[in-house]
């Protein structure tokens, strides 16, 4: 539909206004598209960062609380949000704004990106903005929710009813972090798609920065550490957006937000959304009905789950997200130039790195598992009990890493053929999975089968997605992706063999000091790096295979 001249000028104007320079005729088409390999090189990199002082948090916050009953509330206040993070934010806004804007972008109008931009920004900001005043207002009824076992304990007066009480409180304060995120999400999708990858990789350093100068200055001094954890998280997610503000404003995408329902663009978005809220988030769900199962269980259980899904976390962060964030844009380009073959060489090749990263990554976490938990955690409130009790959800949990990076990747292929609905069907045969998983093995295994659960559940929800790519001719790994992952598997298997024959056992670990078992991994790690190069020379793997 042409859109009338004088609206085009009003509109252009109050751009900018906004943006305070004339636009330019193709904002978002200046400078080059970096390739694959070396934007997933700057996002893992920036990503890295984030990860290194995500960890340094950790410690600082596990030093402070260990695994106890104020650490398992404050967990539990940082999940929620969190969880709906990953649904507004990260997860199915993303998948579904990304494809929709690279198509605007293609079509080289300006203005009418602008619109898009506008409306997608004040129509997800108010929605948000409502979920979070009924989050904190309704803050009981969701710690009722997410958290049963404290309420069934508060509700009969046990000693752990001040569980109850106390996390009602928390996730009222960090509650609101959850608006300032999804702006910071959108602005993150902005620059992605314009080529801009380290910015939105290096965002979350704030919100680390935040927590940890909370976690070892201002919360020892207070009479409750927990308040002033869930204030810098808070916090935290308004300097995110801060941070990223500037950035989207040098490409001439700072525009003023307006509510526009029936936008075209926001109609396609919402269409897309809707359905990937439960599909992108489908770890996520699965981790939040863990942890209300791990409310039923013994004090220390959600903390021992968290310790260890931090850990989980790391190669996910750095390899997965790096990876399924570059390839969408490039999916959602080369699919809207019906480029079959680049859609399915793009696809192969991410799935090859995730493999590349992950499976080293889980076999050397798996070897060293208990000496990593005791370099990270094991000072302050965290005692080698803890590490222990750590490491064996942290075992439970990585025989599932693989499936869940490349569940990370596969939903990519999906989104950028704005199919949606397809990720929410695997997603909910893997919740309903992980549900059976859960009654068959919690009891036995205690906390150690809610993460078995998770893991298991992802390779129900991997094995569907790649299933259904290939039934229906849209994607098939390749018999030299099998190949190379055999290779991979081969020389991994050697390095985890190789780390479990030289590293000490665990007594002599915590007799070391800090910097000595520091020290001793790091040298653990770099053998072990070397063994797994060596390996994948031997095999025949050339660097230059790696590249896209």
Known sequence: MQTPQPQLKKDAAHSATVCAAPPPQSPVRTGKHAGLLRAGAITAGATLLSRILGMVRDIAIAALLGASLASDVFFFANRIPNFFRRLFAEGAFAQAFVPVMTQYREQGDSIELRRLIS?????????????????????????????????QAYLNDAPDAHKFTEASFLLQLTFPYLFFIT????????????????????????????????????????SNPNVVLACAMTLGGVLQLMFV?????????????????????????????????????????????????????????????????????????????????VILPTLSRVKSHHDDAGYKKTLDWAVRMVLLLGIPSALGLIALRCEVLRVIFMRGAFSAEHVNLSAASLLASLTGLCAIMLVRVLVQGFAALQDTKTPVRCAVTAMGANVVFNLILVWPLDYVGLALSTALAAFVNAGQLIFLLHRRGIYT??????????????????MAASLMYVSPNFAQWCEFTTWQAALYLTALIAGGAAIFAVGLLLLGVRPRELKA
């Open 119 to 151: 409306a997608a920004a004040g129509t997800l900001g108010l929605i948000v903005l409502s979920v979070c005043i009924i989050g904190v207002v309704a803050a009981p009824i969701l710690t009722a929710l997410f958290g049963f076992g404290w309420f």
């Open 183 to 222: 702006l910071t999400a959108l602005c993150c999708s902005l620059l992605n798609v314009c080529g801009r990858f380290a910015v939105p990789a290096i965002t979350p350093c704030i919100l680390n920065l935040s927590l940890i100068a909370a976690a070892l200055w201002a919360a020892p001094q207070s």
């Open 245 to 325: 503000l500037p950035a989207v404003w040098r490409l001439r995408l700072l525009v003023l937000p307006r509510f526009a329902w029936n936008h075209p663009g926001v109609k396609r978005i919402r269409t897309l959304m809707i359905p990937g809220l439960i599909g992108v988030s489908a770890s996520q769900i699965n981790l939040l009905v863990n942890t209300v199962l791990a409310t039923f269980l013994a004090t220390g259980s959600i903390s021992y789950l968290y310790y260890s899904d931090r850990l989980l976390e790391f190669p996910i962060g750095i390899f997965a997200v790096a990876i399924s964030t």
């Open 477 to 494: 790994p390749s018999r030299y992706t099998i190949w190379f992952s055999l290779k991979v598997l081969l020389s991994s298997g050697v």
